[in-house]
C-alpha cells in the first residue's frame, strides 16, 4: 500500500506527484536532496535501516544489468521488508512487481535509455507491472536533454549523477545540446555556476552547472503538465537528439498506453505545429469517435462539407456565418479541417474540436491530405446522404473530396459548390443554388441531434437514441440557448412549475460534452447505452470519492468521463479524476469528483 507518494495532475503518462516527505516533494524531480541508498546486497550483508521521514530509503537491494537471465534474477531476488517510512525498491523492468514500496528504482535503466524502442518497452512493462500510485525512478541516465521526454514517458524522479558526471569530463549540457567545454567560446547559461568569466570556469563549475540545467529543465517540465502542454513541448524538444525523436514516435505507436493516460478533455490548446500531431491521441480519439460513435440523424438534408476557420467554435466565425446563411439549415453542415478530420456541427464544441490551433500556410502535406481523406472516408461509410456539397476551396481540401468520390466504397454523389474563396458573392450563390428545394430542419431538430450526438460520442454507439429518444420518438425537451443548453425529460408533472419535466443534464459548452443530474444518470442506467460505473464501499461521497474507496470500476472509464458512483448506502454522479484501472490500483488520490449523490 503506498503511502508517501500521490499524483495530483496528469497529462498523458506524464503526472504531477507529491512525494510525502517531512518536507514535501512535487514530482518530475531530481531525487538527489533526499535520497538514500542503504547499499547493495551483492556487496554483503546489509541491514534494513530504520528509515527517515524527511527521506526516500532505497532498501537493501541486488541490482541486475540489462539482458540478465530470469533464472538469475529469480535465484538472487531480495525480499523486501514492510517498513513505515518513505521506501524505494530497485526492481528491473523485466521482473518488476509490486513489493508494498512508494517508489521503485529500475536498475537496468542505463541498459535502455538512448534506444527508442527498448526505452518505451521497458517503460510500459515497469509501468504495467507496478501500482500507479507509486514513483517510477530511473537512476544515472537523465540530462537537461532527455529529461523531458523520460518524464513524458511516466518518469517520477531521476539524478543528476549522468549529469555531473558529463561535467567533471568536461561536456557542458543545455537542454537542446551537448557541448566540449573547449569548443564554448561563450557560456549559453546565466545560472550562478556560469556568473564569472569564462576563462575561469572549469569543470566543476560545468558540473555545477549540468545539475543547475537538469533542475531547470524539470522546472519548465512541471510548469507544462500543470498547463496541460507537454506534448507540445515535447513535439520539438525530441527533434534535438534522435534518440528521443525515435523514443517518442515509439510511444505514439503505443496507442493503449497512452490513450488509457490522456484526459478525455482539458483546458490545454492543442498546437498542431508538427506532423506527429496527426498522432496524439486526443486527434485519433475524436477521428475514432467521430466515425465509430457519431450518426448523422438529419436524414433529409444533404451533408455540406465546409473548410474550418481559426475562430472556434467554427458557428462563431465570420465565414461560417456566411456559410450559414447561405445553406439556411438546409444541409448538415460538417466542416473539414487537419489535424482533426471531420467535424459534424453537433460537435464543434466537443474538445479538442474548438481547442486548437493549427499553422496556417495553405499548403496541405500528404500525409494531412490521407489523414482527412480517411477520416471522411469512414464517416460516408458509416452516415447516409442523398448527395454531398462540397463548399471547399483548392489546394487539400478538393484533393481530399476528389479523393474520397473516387472510392469505389463510396455510392453518393460529390457537387462543387466553390468558385474561388469559399466567401466569395459567387460561390455563396452556387450553395445557396445548390440548396433549393430542399426542406430546413427546425431549431427543435438541431438542439435534440446536438444533445444526442453529444451522448454518442462520449458514451458510445447508439446512447444518444437510447438515452434521449431517437428522431421523430424524443422524450426529452432542451430549453436554453446553444451552446448552454439544458435537457430535460419530457414530463411536465414531474418538474417543477414553469419546467418540462425533471432536468437530465446540461450541456458544458467550455468542453462539448454532457452534464448530468441524478434523474440524468438514473436514465442512462436504465438505459441501453454504455454505462461508466464506478462501485464504492459502505459509505455516503460528499464532495469526491477517494481511490481507497472505490470496490471497481470499469476499464473504459479516463480522466474527464461521466460517471455513475453506486455503493451499497449511495447512487451519484460525477466526473472521473483517474482512469477506471487506475481507481482500482490506486490507494490515494481523488477518483472522481461528486456532483450529486443520494443517499438509499
Excluded at 3 to 32: I, M, Q
Excluded at 112 to 124: K, P
Excluded at 296 to 301: P, T, Y
Excluded at 396 to 413: F, K, L, Q
Aim: glycine share 8%.
Amino acid at each position: 500500500m503506498t503511502e508517501y507518494f500521490e499524483v495530483h495532475e496528469r497529462d498523458g503518462a506524464a503526472r504531477l506527484g507529491e512525494l510525502r516527505l517531512a518536507d514535501p516533494v512535487t514530482t518530475p524531480a531530481l531525487a538527489d536532496p533526499f535520497l538514500a541508498d542503504a547499499g547493495s546486497l551483492w556487496a554483503g550483508d546489509r541491514a534494513v535501516p530504520d528509515g527517515d521521514a524527511a527521506e526516500l530509503t532505497v532498501l537493501p537491494h541486488r541490482a541486475f544489468p540489462a539482458g540478465t537471465r530470469e533464472e538469475v534474477r529469480e535465484s538472487f531476488a531480495v525480499d523486501h521488508p514492510d517498513v513505515d517510512y518513505p521506501a524505494a525498491a530497485v526492481v528491473d523492468s523485466e521482473s518488476a512487481r509490486d513489493v508494498g514500496a512508494d517508489a521503485y528504482v529500475l536498475a537496468d535503466a542505463s541498459g535502455f535509455v538512448g534506444h527508442g524502442e527498448a526505452f518505451r518497452d521497458a517503460v510500459v512493462a515497469a509501468k504495467e507491472a507496478l501500482p500507479a500510485d507509486t514513483a517510477l525512478t530511473l537512476s544515472g541516465v537523465a540530462t537537461p536533454r532527455n529529461v523531458a521526454t523520460l518524464a513524458y514517458a511516466g518518469v517520477d524522479l531521476v539524478d543528476a549523477t549522468l549529469a555531473r558526471t558529463k561535467g567533471t569530463q568536461g561536456m557542458y549540457l543545455t537542454a537542446d545540446a551537448e557541448h566540449f567545454l573547449e569548443d564554448l567560446d561563450e557560456l549559453p547559461c546565466a545560472c550562478p555556476a556560469c556568473a564569472g568569466p569564462r576563462e575561469e570556469f572549469d569543470r566543476a563549475d560545468c558540473a555545477e552547472h549540468n545539475v543547475n540545467a537538469l533542475r531547470a529543465e524539470l522546472r519548465r517540465v512541471r510548469e507544462r503538465i500543470r498547463a496541460g502542454r507537454l506534448r507540445d513541448y515535447i513535439e520539438g524538444q525530441s527533434r534535438h537528439e534522435q534518440w528521443l525523436t525515435a523514443a517518442f514516435r515509439e510511444f505514439d505507436d503505443q496507442w493503449g498506453y497512452l490513450e488509457e493516460r490522456t484526459p478525455l478533455m482539458r483546458d490545454a490548446e492543442v498546437t498542431a505545429a508538427t506532423a506527429e500531431t496527426l498522432d496524439r491521441v486526443e486527434i485519433r480519439r475524436f477521428a475514432d469517435r467521430v466515425t465509430s460513435r457519431y450518426r448523422n440523424r438529419f436524414a433529409d438534408q444533404p451533408l455540406v462539407l465546409v473548410p474550418c476557420s481559426a475562430t472556434k467554435p467554427y458557428s462563431d466565425s465570420q465565414s461560417h456565418r456566411q456559410f450559414h446563411d447561405a445553406i439556411q439549415w438546409r444541409g448538415h453542415t460538417v466542416s473539414m479541417t487537419s489535424p482533426i478530420g471531420v467535424v459534424p456541427q453537433e460537435l464543434e464544441t466537443t474538445y479538442p474540436a474548438q481547442h486548437y490551433d493549427a499553422v496556417v500556410t495553405g499548403d496541405w502535406s500528404e500525409d494531412e491530405i490521407e489523414f482527412v481523406a480517411e477520416v471522411l472516408r469512414r464517416y460516408l461509410e458509416r452516415n447516409d446522404y442523398s448527395r454531398v456539397v462540397a463548399h471547399v476551396p483548392d489546394h487539400g481540401y478538393r484533393e481530399i473530396c476528389e479523393r474520397v468520390e473516387r472510392d469505389p466504397a463510396i455510392d453518393v454523389s460529390f457537387e462543387y459548390t466553390c468558385v474561388g474563396h469559399p466567401t466569395s458573392d459567387e460561390s455563396l450563390g452556387e450553395l445557396n443554388a445548390a440548396l433549393q428545394g430542399e426542406p430546413a430542419y427546425s431549431k427543435r431538430e438541431r438542439e435534440h441531434n446536438t444533445v444526442r450526438a453529444l451522448a454518442d460520442y462520449l458514451l458510445g454507439d447508439g446512447a444518444g437514441d437510447d438515452l434521449f429518444g431517437g428522431p421523430g420518438e424524443a422524450d426529452i425537451r432542451t430549453t436554453g440557448r446553444y451552446p448552454k443548453l439544458q435537457v430535460w425529460g419530457d414530463d411536465p408533472d414531474a418538474g417543477r412549475e414553469g419546467e418540462p419535466g425533471e432536468q437530465l443534464a446540461t450541456m458544458v459548452p467550455q468542453y462539448g460534452t454532457l452534464s448530468f443530474t441524478i434523474e440524468g444518470a438514473r436514465r442512462w442506467v436504465a438505459s441501453d447505452a454504455p454505462t461508466k460505473r464506478v462501485e464504492i464501499d459502505r459509505f455516503v461521497p460528499h464532495g469526491s470519492v477517494l481511490a481507497p474507496g472505490v470496490v471497481d470500476a470499469d476499464d473504459d472509464i479516463r480522466v474527464g468521463d461521466e460517471v455513475v458512483i453506486e455503493g451499497p448506502k449511495a447512487f451519484a454522479v460525477g466526473r472521473a479524476e483517474m482512469s477506471g484501472p487506475e481507481m482500482v490500483d490506486s490507494t490515494r488520490g481523488v477518483a472522481s469528483e461528486v456532483r450529486h449523490v443520494d443517499e438509499k
